[in-house]
């Protein structure tokens, strides 16, 4: 998909192209409010686009039973009787304080052992290399006109999981690239790429993954079987939240509470991957 179109792009594109926006306008929730909540300055959007918001009280809950792993757990209902919020800021209650621990630990712990888990991230990454050449290969939707023709039609609902591996067998099948069938062949077997690199981003080895993956790639092993990732995750913006006092004094986060103190602020995942027959000679290459 083009990178030039965003997650705000597609969630327009989903609403105003389709009976979603007649829906709202005719419930009372003109579109153009609704837009304004989402993507624009409406007062109302830290609800859903903060750091303590409803979006990750969601998904924290949702993605923790569903997985299995207990680490996001949190006390909802505590958490949002004591959030309030004011100019883009967030105001939790003196009372909150346990809760909203508890809900940035959970966050933190989560991205750690589920969102950014070394072997899910690793088949993630073979799935977007997948996808990306297949669009050139095998004639799959990859540029925003593409999409909105999908969303016009009706057939959005049906770009799944299911459809995605409809696409992956209809590729291997027809796909002259031998290097796109065997990445598709071991996506379908669960043959993921294996990491070979895993430094948090510092100042000190800022260059390091660049200078990583010239080792890779001068000792023979192909480009397209490496796999970089770079990522800094907000965990918690402390210049944004403040506590509230019982008299009504404010405070900021690193003046209350001991565990917020020790939770950093992003999360930086600086990793490489490579194809497994390549991962020996890569842990050779890489001190």
Known sequence: MSKNFSNSDFGDMLISSTDLKDILNNGGYPYREI????WGESPLRPIIDSDVD???MDYLLRDSKYSGVQLGNIDLQRLMDSVSYEQGKVDISEKGLYSAENFFIARLHMYQAVYYHKTILGYELLA?????????????????????EIVESGNIFMWDDEWFHSRLYGCYYTTSNDVLKQKIWNLINRRGP???YDEPFSAANKYSLHSVLEKLESSNIPRSSIYPIEENISIIDKTRINFVKANGGKVAVDDVGFLLKSVPS??????????????????EVIP
């Not at 837009?35 to 989402?38: F, G, M, Q, Y």
């Open 35 to 38: 837009k304004d909540i989402l």
């Open 54 to 56: 409803v979006d990750r």
């Open 128 to 148: 977007r290399k997948i996808y990306s050449d297949m669009i050139d290969e095998c004639d799959v939707p990859g540029s925003p006109s593409e999409l909105r």
């Open 194 to 196: 294996k990491m070979v």
């Open 266 to 283: 992003r999360l930086s995942i600086n990793r490489i991957y490579v194809d497994a027959p390549y991962s020996s000679r890569a842990r």
